[in-house]
């Protein structure tokens, strides 16, 4: 093994030489908000310096880029090593949270999101607002990888120093999205980010899972995409607080507005997401810019009203507490998972019910008393 490279610290200890990660020393600096020049002072084996709590949360407090990064790779381990650090950098960094408006935007793929949130965002920043960007990034289910690459196609906003974009994968489990993108948000208000603009992958389920977790839901529909395109917007129209119909430039123009015009008579006969607000639909192109300053205009309204009507606050302490169920749900399920008797006889009952010997159902059971009488 080269001097220049070393093994993981997690590396396990039987893995030999054989074993194919290694560390390796990084780049220089300009880029994903490290500042160009020398890189910072490795620690002994050319690893970066471990920080601890007290460096975590004065780091991301003091609107540290490269610290907010860390400190959102931390919570999103999977590592039972790095939980109660992570959780006690979220108990620091709490108290400076919650001053930002969070706004969710999902629509059908090919939608154009990503372009309208770098349009939107570069407005933002325009006006004096700091945004951070979560783009929810669906994981394979065959290699675990990441699918898209939201960064790369935000290429304009990722250039500007008060933009912060955060591909987060989901590994599969929509209860992952609920919870790291979650404490991502509170560590991105607590460094400064007043605007947290959050991307779905607009295939399904997310969209209600981000819907708890965000002040304010936007569709994005396009025109003359019919209906085997945008299937799914049936369901979730009715979560959104606004339609953005995109794309409505040049030719498409027409059809955007005659779109709008359907959506809104639609929208008159469904019960609005948000009470006391009327949802509406407009038309908007992330390409030239139209319209996108009155969807931000229109969230700025939503804002006003729902704080003078309450209805602001009573969703944010609904987002607390959907916060909580979805922590409970996570380690309930990996405390089930890393019981010592249930490892034990899983193999077992899978290879039961895999054979047709014994339901489904009757498994569950089985091996829920199993936990169950290990922790009585």
């Not at 620091?92 to 793929?109: D, E, F, K, M, Q």
């Not at 599969?172 to 991502?184: F, H, I, N, P």
């Not at 895999?354 to 489904?360: D, K, N, S, V």
């Amino acid at each position: 093994m080269s001097s220049t490279t070393r093994k993981p610290d997690w590396t396990p200890d039987d893995a030999g030489e054989a074993f194919a990660s290694r560390i390796v020393p990084g780049v220089g600096g300009g880029h994903d908000g490290l500042s160009a020049g020398s890189p910072p002072a490795s620690a002994p084996g050319g690893t970066r310096p471990q920080l601890s709590v007290d460096d975590y949360v004065a780091d991301v407090l003091a609107g540290d880029r490269a610290v907010l990064a860390r400190a959102i790779t931390l919570i999103e381990s999977n590592a039972p090593a790095h939980f109660e650090q992570a959780q006690e950098v979220l108990r620091r960094l709490l108290p400076h949270s919650g001053r930002a408006l969070r706004v969710g935007i999902t629509g059908v793929p090919g939608a154009g999101k990503s372009t309208l949130i770098e349009a939107l965002g570069l407005a933002l920043i325009g006006d004096g607002h700091r945004v951070a960007v979560l783009a929810i990034d669906p994981t394979s289910s065959l290699t675990r990888g990441s699918i898209l690459g939201d960064k790369t196609r935000m290429e304009r906003l990722s250039r500007e120093r008060d933009a912060f974009i955060r591909p987060s994968p989901t590994g599969g489990v929509l209860g992952g999205v609920a919870r790291k993108t979650r404490e991502s948000m509170l560590v991105c208000e607590a460094a400064g980010f007043d605007v947290i603009l959050v991307e779905t992958v607009g295939t399904g389920q997310s969209e209600v899972t981000v819907r708890s977790m965000v002040d304010f839901f936007l569709l994005v529909l396009i025109p003359g995409g019919g209906d085997e395109l945008q299937g799914i917007k049936k369901g979730v129209v009715e979560l959104a607080d606004a339609i953005a119909i995109n794309k409505a430039d040049g030719e498409n123009r027409a059809p955007a507005e005659a779109a709008r015009a359907e959506y809104n008579r639609a929208l008159h006969y469904l019960t609005p997401s948000t009470a006391g607000w009327h949802t509406r639909a407009y038309t908007c192109s992330a390409e030239t810019g139209t319209g996108v300053a009155h969807l931000w205009e229109v969230i700025a309204r939503f804002r006003e009203h729902t704080t003078a009507s309450g209805a602001f606050a009573a969703r944010r302490r609904e987002q607390a507490r959907e916060w909580l169920r979805a922590l409970l749900d996570e380690q309930l399920r990996a405390a089930f998972y890393n019981d010592a008797a249930v490892r034990a006889a899983l193999p077992g009952v899978e290879a039961a019910v895999m054979a047709g010997e014994l339901p489904a159902t009757a498994a569950a059971r089985r091996l829920l008393q199993i936990a169950s009488a290990g922790n009585s």
